[in-house]
């Protein structure tokens, strides 16, 4: 078995309950906790040293079967994973959307500024391909940078895949020979997600340089607007639809670089309104008018790719709504025998 190096893996579940093995990543093994340790018995002879190393706890294991439990695959690695045998590929649904913002929009000297250019991008990405070989066709398509398991959530119409027409809106809006769009900034995680669509872009005509940032720097920067001409930006939190909108959307939002008066008034109207129904249309209003106004570009709503072996009965994938991970970890168990 492959592990890339974002899988973090549980060696084989024992009565007392599954190990977790946070340095897989370094090691690209399967790994094990060891026993807990007392900080305060002077006695041990590893008690000095793991407390400032914390992975001298971890024990390396030379398991002759697959592991239990294997955490995000993409990718070559999840057509290698479903084709393992013993493992059982498990997909689950964190609130995770991915999206392209175009922060530049509300500058009226950038291409961004025209709503053509903005549709061109949407129509160029080809999801469907995207889908498949990166997350095995698994990912929903929803069209939306609001998790469809939201309170509120609208359902916008499925995406379009449209080279020709992309070409088209932007020979309409002045670019018949197309732009240069400067760097596409990712967290660099998903950089493998960036150079598809950047291969997109590029064939309607939208030049743009992949510019992969590590995790931490790429949201330093989003937040704080410093990031320019496009973004693959993606959030995880739960929340509801007014939630979402709030940070990424309307004016002051955490990582909204502008916004549109209109939609900003409808978020005072629904946050003030005690009716449920009416709250609903009004958030289902401001929804629409994100599509209409294509401030984004969404990709996809991620299935996080996860697996379990031969000798779990129940994995714990699933049980907790919206969780990416297993759990609660009480509940996972062994086959019996």
């Known amino acids: 078995m492959v592990y890339c190096n974002l899988t973090l893996t549980f060696a084989p579940l024992t009565a007392a309950g599954c190990f977790y093995s946070p340095a897989l990543a370094l090691s690209r093994s399967p790994l094990r906790r060891s026993p807990p340790l007392d900080r305060n018995d002077s006695s041990s002879p590893r008690s000095a040293?793991?407390?400032?190393?914390?992975?001298?706890?971890?024990?390396?294991?030379?398991?002759?079967?697959?592991?239990?439990?294997?955490?995000?695959?993409?990718?070559?690695?999840?057509?290698?994973?479903?084709?393992?045998?013993?493992?059982?590929?498990k997909p689950v649904y964190p609130p995770g959307p991915f999206w392209l913002y175009f922060p530049e929009q509300w500058d009226a000297k950038s291409p961004w500024h025209d709503e053509r250019v903005r549709r061109a991008a949407n129509l160029a990405i080809d999801r469907n391909?995207?889908?498949?070989?990166?997350?095995?066709?698994?990912?929903k398509l929803t069209n939306s940078i609001i998790p469809d398991m939201f309170e509120y959530a609208w359902k916008a119409p499925l995406p379009v895949f449209d080279a020709a027409m992309a070409k088209k809106l932007l020979a309409e809006a002045g670019h018949a020979n197309g732009f240069d769009a400067g760097n596409y900034y990712c967290d660099?995680?998903?950089?493998?997600?960036?150079?598809?669509?950047?291969?997109?872009?590029?064939?309607?005509?939208?030049?743009?340089?992949?510019?992969?940032?590590e995790r931490a720097a790429f949201f330093e920067a989003?937040?704080?607007?410093?990031?320019?001409?496009?973004?693959?930006?993606?959030?995880?939190?739960?929340?509801?639809?007014?939630?979402?909108?709030?940070?990424?959307?309307?004016?002051?939002?955490?990582?909204?670089?502008?916004?549109?008066?209109?939609?900003?008034?409808l978020f005072q109207q629904q946050a003030a309104e005690l009716d449920t129904k009416r709250r609903e249309a009004i958030l289902h209003k401001m929804q629409q008018l994100v599509h209409d106004k294509a401030i984004y570009a969404p990709?996809?709503?991620?299935?996080?790719?996860?697996?379990?072996?031969?000798?779990?009965?129940?994995?714990?994938?699933?049980?907790?709504?919206?969780?990416?991970?297993?759990?609660?970890?009480?509940?996972?168990t062994i086959k019996s025998g």
């Open 49 to 89: 040293s793991a407390a400032s190393d914390p992975f001298l706890e971890i024990e390396h294991l030379g398991l002759p079967t697959a592991p239990d439990i294997v955490y995000a695959i993409n990718g070559e690695l999840a057509k290698e994973l479903r084709n393992t045998p013993g493992l059982t590929l």
């Open 222 to 265: 989003y937040g704080n607007k410093k990031l320019k001409n496009i973004i693959q930006g993606a959030s995880g939190a739960f929340g509801n639809a007014a939630t979402r909108l709030a940070a990424f959307v309307v004016k002051g939002g955490a990582y909204s670089y502008g916004s549109y008066p209109e939609i900003d008034d």
């Open 299 to 332: 990709i996809w709503q991620l299935a996080f790719m996860n697996a379990y072996g031969p000798r779990v009965g129940e994995s714990g994938f699933g049980l907790i709504p919206a969780f990416a991970y297993t759990g609660p970890y009480e509940d996972m």
């Open 188 to 213: 660099s995680s998903w950089a493998n997600l960036g150079e598809t669509v950047v291969d997109n872009l590029r064939a309607a005509g939208i030049r743009a340089k992949l510019r992969p940032l």
């Open 129 to 139: 391909t995207i889908n498949e070989a990166l997350t095995l066709g698994f990912s």
